[in-house]
Every structure is written in structure tokens, then in C-alpha cells.
């Protein structure tokens, strides 16, 4: 999955976030998802452990942060970001993080999270069970979230892997994205299809 695409699962699901809100994308890596987030409108605040390959996309709606996010508590890395109307977590796993990112999202924040599953050594790396979930362990570690979708298994694109992706929202049920538009809005600014001709 590490690749300058934006994620499919994020993309299908950014459309829920308020428009114009704050999201964080944490364990940015190259920003495909940051870039993505800018494009719609997003102020966003990308945080990794090296942030040199973020730093042309610094600016006043994408503020930059070096963070060891495993290093001492998981509360003092996240502690003082929050109230985020959108999360963005892909390809990564440290499971302390889990409850602080929760804690991260405001009333009514959608939560978006892609990474390896155990099954994915078959495919490569990771291979490592500490860096792979176990089965449906994302539902149970965000169930103080309302869960709107979750997906488990083998992907082909844009590698083969073994993943598990989740979907929730700190809050009730709302609106899920099911409109053409909105999904076709989406894929263009990641660069995915054309805009129909008018």
C-alpha cells in the first residue's frame, strides 16, 4: 500500500468530513494524503517522525509536525492536537496510539484507517506480528466509535496485501457518501478519472 496514490478507502470516505475542517494525518510519510486533504479544502496537520519530504506543502492551512509518536506516552504525542474534524491513518500501526486518536476527533469526526492485517506475511513485508492486526482488531479498539464500515482481507491494488480498514464517526449515524457526484468529486482531485464533459 505504500505508494503516491491516494488510499481508495480514504478517498471514499473523506467526503463525510465537515468541509473546511481541521484533519490530521498522522504518520504522514510523502503527504499523498495530506496533498489530497489540501486539495479538497482541508486545513490539515500532518504529523511523522521526519518531516522533510512534508515540507512544500507547509502553509498556513497545513501545519507540519516532527513527532516520535513511540517514544514515551502515547498521550503526550497527540495530547496537545485535538478537536480534529477528520483522521487519517494509513500503513501504520502502533496500537498505544489507539485510544489517544480517539480522543483527538471532535463530536461528530470521522475516523479513516488502512494498514496490514495478519495474513499479509504471505505477501511480504511487514511480516512482523506487532506490526500487523489481528483479526477485527480495529472494530474493538474504536468502539467507542460509531463503526460505519470495516473491511477485512486481500487486496491486488496497488499491491498484493493482507489489510483492514475501518471507517467510523465520533458520534451518532449521519449521511454516508453514496452519491456519484460526491464520489466522482473525490477521485478527480486524486487523480483518478476525468471530469465528465459538460
Known amino acids: 500500500m505504500a505508494h503516491d496514490t491516494p488510499s481508495a478507502w480514504v478517498r471514499r470516505f473523506i467526503p463525510l468530513i465537515r468541509p473546511g475542517g481541521r484533519v490530521l494525518d498522522l504518520a504522514a510519510g510523502g503527504g499523498r494524503h495530506t496533498r489530497l486533504l489540501l486539495d479538497m479544502g482541508f486545513v490539515v496537520t500532518a504529523v511523522d517522525r521526519d518531516i522533510a519530504g512534508l515540507h512544500p506543502l507547509a502553509s498556513g492551512k497545513c501545519d507540519l509536525r516532527a513527532l516520535d509518536l513511540e517514544s514515551g506516552p502515547p498521550e503526550r504525542a497527540l495530547g496537545p492536537l485535538g478537536g480534529f474534524d477528520g483522521v487519517v491513518v494509513t500503513n501504520y500501526l502502533h496500537r498505544p496510539l489507539f485510544a489517544p486518536i480517539a480522543a483527538a476527533m471532535a463530536s461528530g469526526g470521522v475516523l479513516i484507517y488502512e494498514t496490514f492485517a495478519a495474513g499479509n506475511e504471505r505477501f511480504g513485508r511487514p511480516r512482523n506480528p506487532d506490526f500487523l492486526l489481528r483479526r477485527g482488531e480495529l472494530i474493538a479498539a474504536f468502539a467507542v466509535l460509531t463503526i460505519i464500515a470495516f473491511e477485512e482481507g486481500e487486496v491486488t491494488r496497488p499491491r498484493p496485501a493482507f489489510v483492514q480498514r475501518i471507517a467510523a ?30
Open 169 to 198: 464517526l465520533a458520534g451518532p449515524l449521519g449521511r454516508l457518501p453514496e452519491s456519484d457526484t460526491e464520489l466522482d468529486a473525490t477521485r478527480r482531485l486524486a487523480g483518478g478519472e476525468p471530469a465528465p464533459a459538460a
